[in-house]
């Protein structure tokens, strides 16, 4: 029988968030905000729910350098030590690894769940029921395991799971993963009905994980082997190896080629709030389906907009915006349609191109 003592909980949080511009900049990005404008963060939630299931001391945060004092203040129950920050910036696999050698020197044995801190879970009794089943096949069995969500639109920003459908079983063996596809191999996807979409949720025994490390990314196996962990000289060594690491997905790397990979199906009212249209489909909505927060904004004629001010003693008046995103920040105005919410990294290209805008980002 398992013990709870055996489960860990890993929080990636090194994201800039740069869809969610002006709002997420590179210096307060948007896992440490306020994003649905519910009083709590969106890494605050992440740690408060599966703070129920998991506990402190067996929390870890991996995010930048940069933003380590940021979770410390965020999560001040989680110990300091817990809270490891990357170099720089390589992608999922590398700092999974990060921190399945640093939990694994603790507890070879230990079984893992690792959480992306800016997605919303509406359903959390039944993402607790969920994880913890995938704590018991995982002590058990030889699984990596995802949780999968029913897709509703043919998306090309998330991975998808093909599964091989076996009748009366709560998880299914993975046949194929594939990591954002094109609009029209989405669509078939999505045809199909029998794919679901990854959530960027993991559970596994790190023995497994580091086997699967081994055989399919051994150079940066071997990388991290160099170091000692929760000694002096991690830091130190994390430094030194971290630009020779490959830039790769856990996705790319491990989940599209390996044969033990598992997919718990999950209702969880999950949503990764990837773009401000996502937001706005979570929020609260008024009588005009305008989703607004602060208590000074005035609408005319509007409807289907969402409107998030920084300054919540600030008035504005919208008028005549049908589908509309306005944020306004100290330093910062972005007024766009909804449909364009993609383009707002090419708008924020644009601005430290043609206008030398860094100091906006």
């Not at 170091?227 to 599209?256: F, Q």
């Not at 209702?267 to 401000?276: E, Q």
């Not at 509309?324 to 383009?343: G, H, M, R, S, W």
């Amino acid at each position: 029988m398992i013990t709870k003592s055996k489960n860990y909980c890993v929080i990636m949080a090194g994201g800039i968030g740069s869809r969610f511009w002006p709002m997420s900049t590179q210096k307060f990005p948007k896992q440490f905000q306020d994003i649905l404008g519910t009083g709590r963060t969106m890494i605050r939630q992440t740690y408060d729910r599966i703070s129920k299931l998991i506990p402190d001391s067996q929390i870890f945060v991996i995010t930048n350098v940069e933003y380590i004092q940021l979770s410390q203040e965020q999560l001040p129950n989680i110990p300091a030590g817990n809270i490891v920050g990357e170099p720089m910036m390589k992608n999922t696999a590398a700092c999974i690894l990060y921190m399945t050698n640093k939990i694994a020197n603790l507890d070879a044995n230990a079984n893992v769940v690792i959480l992306p801190a800016d997605h919303l879970i509406m359903k959390e009794e039944a993402f607790l029921s969920k994880v913890d089943f995938g704590f018991q096949l995982a002590a058990e069995n030889d699984y990596l395991i995802t949780l999968g969500i029913e897709p509703t639109r043919p998306d090309t920003g998330y991975g998808y799971i093909q599964y091989i459908n076996k009748e009366d079983t709560e998880i299914f063996q993975v046949k194929t993963f594939t990591e954002k596809p094109s609009l029209e191999i989405a669509q078939t996807f999505l045809d199909s009905g029998d794919f679901l979409w990854n959530a960027g949720i993991f559970i596994w025994n790190l023995k497994t994980v580091q086997k699967a490390f081994s055989k399919f990314l051994p150079d940066m196996h071997k990388e991290f082997e160099e170091c000692t962990y929760n000694e002096e000289g991690e830091t130190s060594c994390i430094a030194r190896i971290y630009p020779k690491v490959a830039k790769i997905s856990i996705d790319n790397g491990i989940l599209e080629k390996a044969k033990n990979v598992f997919v718990i199906p999950a209702d969880l009212g999950w949503s990764d709030l990837g773009t401000w249209t996502s937001v706005y489909e979570n929020a609260e909505k008024d009588d005009n389906a305008n989703a607004i927060k602060s208590k000074y904004v005035m609408q005319y004629n509007s409807t289907g907009t969402i409107v998030r001010v920084q300054n919540k003693h600030k008035a504005i008046v919208i008028d005549g915006l049908q589908d509309y995103i306005v944020v306004d920040t100290d330093n910062a105005l972005l007024i766009c349609p909804k449909e364009n919410d993609q383009l707002i990294k090419e708008y924020i290209q644009d601005l430290k191109v043609q206008k030398n805008g860094d100091q906006f980002m």
